[in-house]
């Protein structure tokens, strides 16, 4: 009679489990609640984040003004790519800028189509809307991708613009956010390090 009954170091080995959960997730067998690189530098881990939270800090003050949220709130994500992983392709001045010039494209002719397609349209105003913000982030998805500007919190911008009201001074503050978290970025990248 086979025994179904584990004791508390067996890993579940058996040839339907391999490993475990843990083993088929990736997961060590102990449980770690931070980085293991944490501990040798620790200095960087908050300098960075510092970093993000002061940026961010920054252009919230200077572009005080926008009261579309939504729209500077995908700058909180590009911050964190920016400042978490400065060496690494995602965070180029090529995917942050690019993406979201790319984004606000999207986003910003969607918006303008979403008007005549109400107004001559067969279907409720908030159902042409969702479809603007669905139409919007798959063309964002496609520009990035056919121009390598892939960046996904500029996608998020493209159903930003489609779903909620912008102006050109909107479209001013987001790039200048961008931008701003770009040079930060870039002008102090020598002394930033990867972490993740």
């Known amino acids: 009679m086979r025994n179904d009954r584990r004791g508390p170091n067996d890993r579940g080995t058996d040839a339907g489990n391999r ?3 843990r ?27 510092l970093m993000a939270m002061g940026s961010m800090l920054l252009i919230m003050l200077l572009l005080d003004r926008v009261q579309q949220t939504v729209l ?20 180029a001045p090529r995917y942050l800028v690019g993406g979201y010039l790319v984004g606000m494209l999207a986003g910003c002719l969607l918006s303008l ?29 496609f520009i990035m991708v056919i121009t390598d500007t892939e960046h996904p919190p500029a996608a998020a911008l493209a159903l930003g613009f489609v779903l909620n009201e912008w102006d050109l001074f909107a479209l001013v503050v987001v790039m200048s956010g961008i931008v701003m978290i770009t040079v930060i970025k870039e ?8 972490l993740l």
């Open 187 to 194: 002008g102090t990248k020598e002394k930033l390090i990867d």
């Open 72 to 91: 500077i709130a995908s700058l909180g994500a590009s911050s964190f790519i920016a400042f978490s992983m400065p060496h690494k392709p995602d965070s």
């Open 19 to 21: 490993g475990g959960l």
């Open 23 to 49: 083993a088929r997730f990736g997961m060590s067998p102990r449980r770690r609640w931070f980085d293991a690189r944490f501990r040798d530098h620790w200095p960087q881990f908050i300098c960075q984040s």
């Open 113 to 141: 189509a979403e008007a005549p397609l109400v107004e001559y349209g067969v279907i409720g105003p908030r159902t042409v809307e969702i479809i603007c913000a669905a139409i919007a982030l798959g063309l964002a998805f």
